[in-house]
């Protein structure tokens, strides 16, 4: 459905997103890592990622409308203050690859725009801090 018709869908899917992401997020660490000396959790995407390259590439391609973008940052906004304590995120793991390589190696196909924004979300702006 979204992309079918990605303007009456993308809002839909981007806070199913999110709030997949969060919950994950927001699950209690498993008691094997907390027993670990060092520990370290690792996510494909973040809440963070959610907003900073997903959402805010389907506003710049259009899928989003204003009132959508400012209703989806408002509460992104709002959530992350509530749990800023409990998604501390200490970095961020970006790998590189053309959408080439991603398609020759079975990844996810990406866009070239969608590949340059994901770099540009990650390098180009300061993400808020924890």
Known sequence: MMYQEPARWSYTFQTLSF??????????????LLQAE???????RSVYSD?????????????????EWHIYQDWH???????????????FIYLQASPQEKESSRLLKCPD???ERQGRGLYGETLPEG
């Open 19 to 32: 709030m997949s992401r969060l919950k994950v997020q927001l699950e209690p660490i498993p008691g094997r």
């Open 77 to 91: 906004s709002f959530l992350l203050q509530e749990f800023a304590n409990r998604l501390l995120l200490h970095g």
């Open 113 to 115: 725009e969608k590949h």
């Open 38 to 44: 060092k520990s370290v959790r690792v996510f494909e």
């Open 51 to 67: 907003r900073y390259i997903f959402a805010k590439n389907l506003f710049e391609n259009g899928s989003l409308s204003d009132i």
